[in-house]
C-alpha cells in the first residue's frame, strides 16, 4: 500500500449522522470527521417518518465541503440503521419520506401477522430472524392493512442506504446487509424469500438484484457533480447496515471473542461461518443478519443506549443548565449500587413519552426502591444493561464453536468507561472498547478493499488491529453482581 487513498463515509445513525474522510497509505489510516448533525424524526398525522431529504441536504454539505478543501475523494459509502426503507414510484421519484421504525402503527402489526399468517415457528424456520414489531416485513404488513398510498404506488422498495445512493447516483441496488435486516430474506439462499414477499402483497420485481459489500453501485449524477463540485465519484455498497461495518472493524485476532456494538441500540454477538437457526435459538429469539465475507452476524437486539439518551433529553429540557455527560457519569458512580434493576427490553421502554417515568413505574410495579434523583435513574440504567449484556452472553457461548474469552465493546458507547468496567465485572471477562468510530471505519475498509488496498476481512482486521489501541477492563468483582444476576434473571416480559 503506497497511494494514499481518501474515501469518504457517511454514517447514519438513528438519532445522529457523521461524514467522515479515511485516508489510507501505507497501512496507516487516518480519520478526519467533516461534518456532524442530527437525525431528526418528524410526527405528523398519527405517524413518524424520517426526513429523508435532510439527510441528503446533509450529504450535498458534506460533499460540498469536500470539494472545497481540495479533497480528491476515490469513493462514497453509505450506512444506515436497519429495518427502513422508502418507496419509489414508477416514474423513480420517492413517494414519501419513508415511515420511521419507532412508528406507532407497528405495535400491534407483528401480533397481527402472526395470528393470521404465519405462525412464529414457521417465520423464524423461514428467516432466521428475531421477531419485533418493526421489522421491515412487519411495517409492511402495516402499511398494506392501512392501505398505505405510498405501498399501493411502489414500484420499487429501497432500504435507506440504497434509496439515499439512489439518490446521489440515480442507480438502485439491493446491499446484502442492508436486506438482512428485513425478515423477508432466506439466510441459507441470501435471497428474498417469495413466501415472505407473498404474505406482504410484493413479488420480487418489487426489489433490485442483491449486490455484495464492495460493489460499485454508480457514479455522481451530473447534478450532484454540478452542485458539489465534485467530478463522477463512484458509490461503493459498502456493509451498509451499520451493524456490519462495525462487526468488521472489530479489532480481533482470533474467533474467541463476541462483540457490543453499543450505541442507540446494543447489539450483541458472535459471528458464525453459517447461519444458526435452531429451535434454541428461536427461543431466545437470536437473528441472523448479513456480514461481509461470506459471515453471518449471529446477535441480539438490545434496547442500549436510547433508555440513558432518552433521559438525557427530559432532564435538559426541563433543567435551566444542561448536565454533561460526564458529570451523569461521575453521578452515577457514586451512588448507591444495585439499589433498583429494569429489564431494559420491556416494551414499557420501547418510546414512553417519559422514560423517566417508564422506569420509575417498573421499579414500583417490581416492588423496588423507586429511582428519584439523575444519579440513581443512571446507575440503574448501567446496572441493568450489564446484567442484560451478562444474560445475552451466556446464551452465546451455547451457539459459539470456541470459548469466548473476550467481549469487544464498539461504537460510541464505549467511550462509557463505567458502563464497561460494570460489563467486565457482570460478565466476568476482559473488555477490551474501542473503536468508537467503529461503524464509519468499517465502512472505509470495505471501500479500501473495493479499490484493491486491503484483502480480506482477516486483512482488513490486522489493519484496524495496527491502527488502535482498545481500552481493556478487567472484572473486579463478582459476588454483588451474581447477587443481582439472580434478581434480574426472574424478571418475566
Same mark, same amino acid.
Given at each position: ?17 457523521? $461524514? ?14 467533516? $461534518?456532524?448533525?442530527d437525525n431528526h424524526l418528524i410526527e405528523t398525522g398519527g405517524h413518524v417518518y424520517w426526513d429523508i431529504f435532510a439527510l441528503y441536504r446533509e450529504i450535498l454539505n458534506s460533499l460540498q465541503l469536500a470539494a472545497r478543501r481540495g479533497l480528491h475523494i476515490e469513493s462514497i459509502g453509505i450506512d444506515t440503521w436497519g429495518v427502513d426503507f422508502a418507496c419509489i414510484g414508477s416514474d423513480g421519484a420517492l413517494l414519501r419520506?419513508?415511515?420511521?421504525? &419507532?412508528? @406507532? ?20 424456520? !423461514? ?17 398494506r392493512r392501512e392501505g398505505n398510498s405510498a405501498l399501493k404506488s411502489a414500484a420499487k422498495i429501497l432500504f435507506m442506504p440504497d434509496a439515499l445512493a439512489y439518490m446521489l447516483t440515480g442507480e438502485a441496488a439491493c446491499e446484502f446487509t442492508i436486506a438482512s435486516t428485513s425478515q423477508m430474506l432466506d439466510p441459507h439462499t441470501k435471497d428474498f424469500s417469495p413466501r415472505m414477499l407473498e404474505s406482504v402483497g410484493l ?13 460499485? !453501485?454508480? $457514479?455522481?449524477? @451530473? ?93 435538559? $429540557? ?18 448507591? @449500587?444495585? &439499589?433498583?434493576? !429494569? ?15 417508564? !422506569?420509575? &413505574? ?8 423507586? @429511582? ?15 446484567? &442484560? ?105
Open positions: 500500500m503506497t497511494n494514499q487513498k481518501n474515501f469518504l463515509a457517511i454514517d447514519l445513525g438513528a438519532t445522529s449522522g457523521r $461524514t467522515i474522510v479515511g485516508t489510507l497509505s501505507d497501512g496507516v489510516v487516518n480519520m478526519q470527521e467533516l $461534518t456532524r448533525f419520506n419513508p415511515l420511521a421504525y &419507532r412508528d @406507532p402503527h407497528t405495535f400491534e402489526a407483528k401480533n397481527d401477522y402472526l395470528e393470521r399468517i404465519f405462525n412464529p415457528e414457521t417465520l423464524y424456520d !423461514i428467516t432466521g430472524i428475531e421477531l419485533m414489531n418493526f421489522n421491515s416485513l412487519f411495517q409492511l404488513h402495516a402499511m413479488a420480487r420485481e418489487h426489489f433490485e438484484r442483491i449486490v455484495l459489500p464492495g460493489t460499485k !453501485i454508480g $457514479t455522481l449524477t @451530473p447534478e450532484i457533480q454540478r452542485l458539489t463540485g465534485l467530478g463522477a465519484v463512484p458509490v461503493v455498497a459498502v456493509a451498509s447496515h451499520d451493524t456490519a461495518s462495525a462487526i468488521a472493524a472489530i479489532p480481533a485476532s482470533d474467533a474467541h471473542f463476541a462483540y457490543l456494538s453499543s450505541g442507540t441500540w446494543s447489539l450483541m454477538g458472535i459471528e458464525s461461518a453459517e447461519p444458526i437457526v435452531t429451535s434454541r435459538s428461536r427461543e431466545l429469539n437470536f437473528t441472523n443478519e448479513g456480514g461481509i465475507g461470506g459471515t453471518t452476524c449471529f446477535l441480539k437486539n438490545i434496547c442500549g443506549m436510547w433508555l440513558y439518551e432518552q433521559c438525557r433529553k427530559e432532564w435538559k $429540557t426541563s433543567s435551566a443548565q444542561a448536565v454533561s455527560h460526564a458529570e451523569l457519569l461521575a453521578e452515577a458512580g457514586r451512588s448507591e @449500587p444495585f &439499589r433498583s434493576i !429494569i429489564f431494559p427490553d420491556h416494551p414499557m421502554f420501547a418510546n414512553p413519552a417519559s422514560m423517566v417515568e417508564a !422506569i420509575q &413505574r417498573f421499579c414500583r410495579e417490581t416492588k423496588q426502591p423507586v @429511582p428519584e434523583t439523575r444519579a440513581q435513574v443512571c446507575r440503574c440504567i448501567f446496572e441493568s444493561l450489564a446484567l &442484560r449484556y451478562r444474560q445475552v452472553l451466556g446464551w452465546l457461548q451455547e451457539f459459539s464453536t470456541a470459548p469466548l474469552h473476550v467481549l469487544h465493546v464498539i461504537g460510541g458507547g464505549s467511550l462509557n468507561a463505567l458502563l464497561n468496567q460494570m460489563t467486565a465485572d457482570a460478565c466476568r471477562v476482559s473488555v477490551l472498547a474501542g473503536p468508537q468510530e467503529c461503524t464509519a471505519l468499517g465502512n472505509l475498509m470495505v471501500q479500501a478493499q473495493a479499490a484493491g488496498l486491503v484483502g480480506d476481512l482477516g486483512d482488513m482486521r490486522r489493519v484496524i488491529a495496527e491502527n488502535v489501541a482498545p481500552t481493556r477492563f478487567e472484572p473486579q468483582q463478582s459476588d454483588d453482581w451474581d447477587a443481582s444476576f439472580a434478581r434480574f434473571s426472574d424478571f418475566r416480559v
